[in-house]
């Protein structure tokens, strides 16, 4: 996994999969977080379905109103060009339980516990679910 920081869209496998999603919209969310929701029950997710769900999430939160501080370029231009929306309640209730997922059992979490940067990561984690609480 290509990291450059602890934000859940600085890493390769976000970038990727935010690149898709300027593409494909929500059928792209639904398919990651979907395919989350049928994994739960897996040992461990990898660092990089990890990473795609981190940036699926972001950007239901965005979408729902509550974007991250800073975000990248790609979603910025994808809200101006898509909002207002209505975020399908489901997509949230997958959000807020993949996003456990990742903060409970995954490579990606593993990867940051070895690093001296994974209380900023974490931090990140803990804003995205903040930010997903918000959403009615």
Not at 6 to 15: C, I, M, R, S, Y
Not at 109 to 126: G, M
Request: glycine content about 4%; hydrophobic content about 45%.
């Amino acid at each position: 996994m290509g990291a450059w920081g602890p934000g859940n869209f600085e890493n390769d496998a976000a970038q990727d999969w935010l690149y898709d999603f300027g593409e494909n919209d929500f059928r792209l969310i639904d398919r990651t977080l979907a395919g989350v929701a049928a994994m739960m029950a897996v040992d461990e997710l990898d660092a990089d379905e990890a990473s795609e769900v981190l940036a699926a999430a972001e950007c239901v939160a965005a979408a729902a109103g509550f974007p991250p501080a800073d975000p990248p370029q790609e979603l910025a231009e994808w809200l101006a060009e898509n909002s207002p929306m209505q975020v399908k309640p489901e997509y949230v209730e997958m959000a807020r339980k993949a996003v456990a997922r990742v903060l409970a059992k995954s490579e990606l979490r593993e990867l940051w516990l070895e690093s001296d940067e994974f209380d900023a990561w974490e931090t990140a984690v803990h804003n995205l679910q903040s930010r997903l609480s918000q959403i009615p």
